[in-house]
């Protein structure tokens, strides 16, 4: 039984820096890569970026300049660092397993967390 | 960027009816790399297609998809009460941002 349990800071004011952490809980970390998406009312899910269990990563560009994810291995855990935070990234964050291609497909996300509520409000 | 656009927004079935919800590409896509997810209010999405066709692990037979190139489809053949949900579709590989949604196609009960 594969679960994914996130949690971090759910509000903050414009410019703090958003943290998050997902720990993956049964299945392999590293035969998976790991993955951040976004749901807000006015841009649906967004990818945010993505990780290899050794932190190998690819970013959003229209978020690059601003994020960051780390892995901790040893710990089954992958983290999400958004800085200097505006209104706009008022969303529901989630993280999720992504699948490496097989001969069936690949690239989809198969698990999913519960997802945060992260408001940023002065 | 690749633009997924699904149509229609809002599909308004009844429980038993047939449900066709569709995907356009902005561009051609590696269908290998499409999937469908249903998404509950208040709950993650959930993945339901894989390389465009494949149903997920205890996904049931009413759900089947198809499509290639640009165009793609969901089908859900006869309505139960847990699928009245929302609906995307996702597509991997093409373009930057690498990964990009559909906005979504509403099932609501009629």
């Known amino acids: 039984q594969v679960q994914l349990q996130q949690w971090g800071a759910g509000l903050l004011k414009p410019s703090e820096t958003l943290s998050l952490t997902c720990a993956v809980h049964?299945?392999?970390?590293?035969?998976?890569?790991w993955v951040w998406i976004r749901q807000s009312p006015g841009k649906g899910l967004e990818w945010i970026g993505e990780?290899?269990?050794?932190?190998?990563?690819n970013y959003n560009p229209s978020l690059e300049s601003r994020v960051s994810i780390t892995v901790d291995a040893s710990k089954n855990q992958f983290s999400l660092r958004l800085n200097s935070v505006i209104a706009a990234d008022t969303a529901v964050y989630y993280c999720?397993?992504?699948?490496?291609?097989?001969?069936?497909?690949?690239?989809?996300?198969?698990?999913w967390g519960q997802g945060i509520l992260v408001t940023v409000s002065s | 960027e690749i633009v997924l656009t699904q149509s229609p927004g809002t599909l308004s079935l009844s429980p038993g009816e047939r449900a066709t919800l569709s995907c356009r590409a902005s561009?051609?896509?590696?269908?290998?790399?499409v999937a469908w997810y249903q998404q509950h209010p208040g709950q993650a999405p959930r993945l339901l297609i894989y390389?465009?066709?494949n149903r997920a692990t205890g996904i049931p037979y009413r759900f089947s998809g198809s499509g290639s190139g640009a165009d793609f489809t969901l089908t859900i053949s006869r309505l139960e009460p847990e699928d009245f949900a929302v609906y995307f579709c996702?597509?991997?590989?093409?373009?930057?941002?690498?990964?990009?949604f559909g906005q979504g196609t509403k099932v609501e009960i009629k």
């Open positions: 390389g465009a066709s």
């Open positions: 999720a397993r992504g699948c490496y291609p097989n001969d069936n497909g690949g690239n989809q996300l198969d698990y």
């Open positions: 996702q597509q991997y590989g093409g373009g930057s941002p690498r990964r990009t």
């Open positions: 049964g299945g392999s970390f590293s035969a998976y890569y």
């Open positions: 561009q051609s896509v590696d269908s290998s790399y």
């Open positions: 990780t290899t269990h050794r932190e190998s990563t």
